[in-house]
DNA sequence: CGTTAATGGATACTGCTACTATCCATCACA
DNA sequence: TGTGATGGATAGTAGCAGTATCCATTAACG
């Protein structure tokens, strides 16, 4: 197929198309003439999925360029994957709590980790958003929520367990590794907007009228 | 206090904080002279609030300010303060899935609700997102995911459960409000980050190496 | 009291992101 | 044979979140 088709069937127009083309998210057509290329059923998989993570997923182009990179350096470990998928969610955070609320932020995490048996790097990105985000909810005043952090990470551990089962599920290896990636990122947009309806619903029991 | 302490205090660039005082984020301070304005604590609370739904909550600063006006319209109802809250971290979207799979997620959204009893209003922002949602999931190829959705929502009455209890044990009726937006935007931060971490531990055990 | 530095307020400028628009020399196809 | 689409390149745009500069005061120190 050609660039209009496959705009036509994506939605994305044919000028971003282009951009994409241009910033190696999508990779090239196959060359029939100096000036025609023909698009294939990937293309529109990838195109897909590109948009997915951009209007979902909110995943900067630069971010989602360096995700399909992993996904297609096959051989990529997938846990080497999933960090990629993490790093792309998780904005780069310059540390602005004060220092004693964010040692002592750190210290509730430390704790949290061991005692639950998690394995995580010391650099993980996911790391230093939890504790500027304690943090910033002890200097606003909202211990209660802060307090709760064990009892959140029961209720997360549930995502995680059904995420794996979920991804394992898939027999295709090739596969596996999408799927990884999809349902990091779209899996917390879908969570998201679940927890607003709760919300939603609970406040119009409670505080509606 | 003056502005250079309000900058120090809040780690705030002085040319920020004037740029929120154009903006209306932050109430000006009282005037001692024409060229002098004092600052107190209430503007140094209010200055960490707006960092913290700008930096870890990503919320854009129009739609703070939303938000902020509609804590200081005293006697607005919590019900809208939260669905302020609830606008300000869902980005407005234009239907993007085709026809028959946005169609089909959206019976799927219907029945879970339904079968739930919650209770939503049909142009909740967070409806059009989770369909959106779950028809890429299914155009991805992802279904095992999008079946999950009723073990998702499982996991997410926890966190609601939990969040409306540290909210009402709140007893100044002034702090309510602010609570609930701080607890809706920074809890979803929270919930985030704790996903990640979740994951990370057990990538690092299944597939490491 | 005089000088230096900070302030409030206004206006202008910047960097970044994610596209759009335009151009042009080919091609495909009717 | 000519009309419209295409690939590729280059340039332009809109929106966001600040920064920078300027200026006429005013505070604060010696």
Request: proline content about 6%; overall charge negative.
């Amino acid at each position: 197929m050609r660039i209009a088709e496959l705009s036509r069937q994506s939605g994305v127009p044919v000028p971003t198309i282009k951009y994409y083309l241009r910033e190696g998210l999508l990779p090239p057509g196959e060359l029939t003439s100096p000036n025609q290329a023909s698009y294939g059923e990937a293309h529109l998989r990838r195109l897909r999925l590109i948009r997915a993570l951009i209007d979902l997923g909110q995943v900067p182009v630069a971010r989602v360029k360096e995700i399909l990179e992993g996904l297609d350096s096959d051989e990529l470990p997938l846990h080497d994957q999933i960090g990629r998928a993490h790093r792309a969610i998780t904005p780069a955070r310059t540390p602005t709590a004060g220092t004693e609320e964010r040692t002592a932020a750190a210290d509730q995490v430390r704790d949290l980790i061991a005692r639950r048996g998690w394995k995580v790097e010391p650099d993980a990105p996911a790391l230093t958003t939890l504790i500027e985000t304690i943090a910033a909810l002890r200097t606003l005043d909202q211990n209660h929520l802060a307090d709760f952090l064990d009892s959140y990470a029961d209720a997360v551990e549930k995502f995680t367990a059904l995420e794996v089962a979920a991804v394992t599920a898939r027999t295709n290896p090739d596969q596996i590794a999408e799927s990884v990636v999809i349902g990091t990122i779209l899996g917390e947009t879908l969570i998201a907007s679940l927890r607003l309806l709760a919300q939603e619903s609970i406040s119009a029991d409670r505080w509606k009228d």
